[in-house]
């Protein structure tokens, strides 16, 4: 009741039936009884919560909710229903400039992603959430540890054979709720290290279910669903059963990435802790019935109802929405949305999953879910990349004449995700903030609510989102006064080679967001990325080759680090369209406060305990279930269901 003052009138004279109503309110230890005699008394309660100069820090500190944290792979802005509805109502966005609205029949205002927008109307849908790096490893670690690559180390993707995983001394959000007694289960794609003791069951988390990597680092057995775009035709993307069963439509010179003739001679395996399960793994249910995304829900199930006495947290990193795009029979043109909503579908499906099983072993009310990616929607992969909603990168589609302005960029659609935090009767329902977020807060906050404390010997990047998501009073306008933006790569890895030498204007970051007089800002340092789509199908059909022909216009120029930037009113120019002149005295103004922004951040790191991971790779390490086969290919698929 006092935890949200505003309510508490409200919740007390709802008992004004009874003449007496006895109401005990427990305040960091202090008992106080408080006797509800009639409506004019009832006011008492608003009047304590300020009398005692109550917070939300210190209301929820240490509460211990339940924590679920469902985090989506390569997913678009706009492929949330409820994002894809409301794109032109963010500050910034213009109608005309809204990225393809899969998620979404904005006609009659419905949406192909019913679980995950009941979701975000139980509770507060962020429009300028961000995640730490536009690329997988780099934001799953920034995820994990509340801080930068910068700081970590965690700069580009590690894979098969690789020797190493996010460094050993750095801690993570399991890591943390486990002082505090937590159970801990984690699903879906991992990519911090394939190996111990760098894997989930090493890393703070009691069980695991899932894919050490992306699945497109290896072939699989799919036959539902689309492929990487860098493949001619669909069949590129499955698994030969032995060295002499390639089928003749396969052109061994392609490029597929997870194809057949893949750089590792592998395919993609499902773990169970350390212990390979499926190799390939049945993405879509067409050998064992079961499609992962359901697997992965069930296991998610099974795992709360064996802790409903226990405090516990899920990290479910699902692999959708990364191609090549799979998705079970079930689903098939069950979007209206071609094959990029189909796979929506199942992804919703299984979060609805999720949470039902929260609410049928009632824990839902003291459980706090936050949903989000791990990045933007890979433009190069046309119909199977995802929606950029209003954050379109237009400069770089005209100032620069062509590129990608998603997954792998510094532009808005490449770091701006999907943001949501729900827990029912205390982050108020169906609100939506424009404050600047990011998921480097969620460890900061977990570890607050869970009673767990952060290392005093190392920088955060991420804050305690409370003061925003429990509004027991008029809070701050901005969470975050700057964000910064790396791909990461070799930029981050040389660091202190090239930050110190000048060679890189900004050090390792390629772009920040910023604060002008209340007024969100943006400075672009690098431009010139890779394909925007390039490729499509001739026809809607997944078995039909694609057409490779690139039109002119649709390949950037090789990148650039540009030493004045571009800048950005981001609060009438979501879509990167307009730089500011850098003639005029706003542009003048706001790259002297970048500079002393980067100078801030270069101390910073400077006297910051950075880590520095083991990125060497050896694929005689990689994981194989048959080293006699050509793609390790285990002997038998394991169709059983996996349980806690």
């Not at 536009?134 to 970590?152: D, I, K």
Request: net charge negative.
């Amino acid at each position: 009741c006092v935890r949200k003052w505003r309510s508490c009138t409200e919740t007390l004279c709802s008992l004004r039936s009874r003449e007496y109503s006895h109401v005990n309110l427990l305040i960091e230890g202090f008992t106080n009884e408080i006797i509800v005699i009639n409506m004019g008394i009832c006011m008492i309660a608003a009047v304590l919560s300020l009398a005692v100069g109550l917070t939300s820090g210190t209301l929820y500190a240490g509460s211990k909710p339940n924590v679920v944290i469902l985090f989506v792979d390569d997913w678009g802005w706009g492929d949330l229903g409820e994002n894809c509805l409301h794109a032109s109502e963010v500050p910034g966005a213009k109608k005309s400039r809204i990225d393809k609205e899969t998620a979404c029949y904005s006609a009659n205002q419905t949406s192909i992603t019913p679980s995950m927008d009941a979701l975000a109307k139980s509770g507060m849908r962020f429009t300028d959430y961000h995640v730490g790096a536009a690329v997988c490893t780099p934001s799953r670690g920034a995820l994990q540890t509340g801080r930068m690559g910068a700081r970590t180390g965690v700069s580009t993707n590690f894979g098969p054979g690789s020797l190493g995983g996010l460094p050993l001394n750095e801690t993570t959000v399991a890591e943390y709720v486990k002082t505090q007694g937590y159970a801990t289960c984690a699903i879906g794609k991992w990519h911090l290290g394939p190996h111990p003791p760098f894997s989930p069951i090493h890393r703070g988390y009691d069980h695991y279910l899932g894919l050490p990597e992306s699945h497109d680092y290896g072939c699989s057995d799919s036959v539902h669903g689309a492929p990487d775009s860098g493949c001619l035709h669909w069949m590129h993307d499955r698994c030969p059963r032995n060295s002499s069963d390639y089928d003749p439509n396969w052109d061994l010179k392609t490029t597929c990435h997870p194809g057949p003739v893949n750089p590792w001679n592998y395919s993609i395996p499902l773990m169970l802790g350390d212990s390979i399960v499926q190799q390939p793994a049945d993405l879509d249910g067409s050998r064992t019935g079961k499609h992962l995304s359901l697997q992965y829900a069930e296991f998610a199930a099974s795992f709360i109802a064996n802790n409903t006495e226990n405090p516990f947290l899920i990290y479910a990193a699902f692999n959708h929405m990364h191609v090549p795009i799979v998705f079970s029979e079930a689903y098939r043109g069950k979007s209206g949305k071609g094959l990029l909503g189909d796979a929506l579908m199942e992804l919703d499906d299984a979060i609805g999953r999720i949470l039902n099983a929260l609410d049928v072993h009632n824990v839902r009310n003291n459980t706090i879910v936050f949903l989000t990616g791990d990045n933007g929607p890979p433009e190069d992969q046309c119909d199977w990349g995802g929606s950029k909603g209003p954050f379109l990168g237009m400069w770089q589609k005209t100032g620069q004449k062509g590129g990608s302005a998603g997954k792998l960029t510094s532009w808005e659609a490449g770091h701006r995700e999907v943001g949501v935090v729900s827990w029912p009767g205390h982050v108020p329902s169906n609100t939506v903030s424009h404050v600047l977020a990011s998921s480097l807060d969620i460890v900061p906050t977990v570890a607050s609510l869970v009673g767990a404390s952060l290392h005093s010997d190392r920088t955060y990047d991420g804050k305690d989102m409370a003061p925003i998501i429990f509004p027991t009073h008029e809070g701050p306008s901005n969470l975050h006064t700057t964000l910064f933006f790396s791909v990461g790569g070799e930029a981050y890895m040389n660091y202190d080679s090239l930050g110190t030498s000048g060679l890189l204007p900004t050090g390792l970051f390629e772009a920040v967001r910023f604060m002008v007089d209340e007024h969100p800002m943006k400075a672009m340092y690098k431009v010139g990325y890779g394909p925007q789509c390039c490729r499509s199908p001739s026809s809607g059909d997944a078995n039909t080759p694609y057409n490779t022909t690139c039109t002119s216009g649709s390949l950037a120029p090789s990148p650039t680090w540009l030493k004045d930037p571009l800048i950005f009113n981001m609060s009438t120019d979501v879509a990167e369209a307009d730089p500011l002149d850098t003639s005029s005295t706003a542009y003048i103004n706001a790259k002297k406060l970048v500079e002393d922004i980067f100078a801030k951040m270069k101390t910073s790191l400077a006297n910051d305990m950075r880590s520095h991971p083991d990125y060497k790779r050896d694929l005689s390490t990689k994981i194989c279930c048959n080293p006699n086969n050509v793609v390790c290919r285990c002997k038998e698929i394991t169709s059983e269901k996996f349980q806690i």
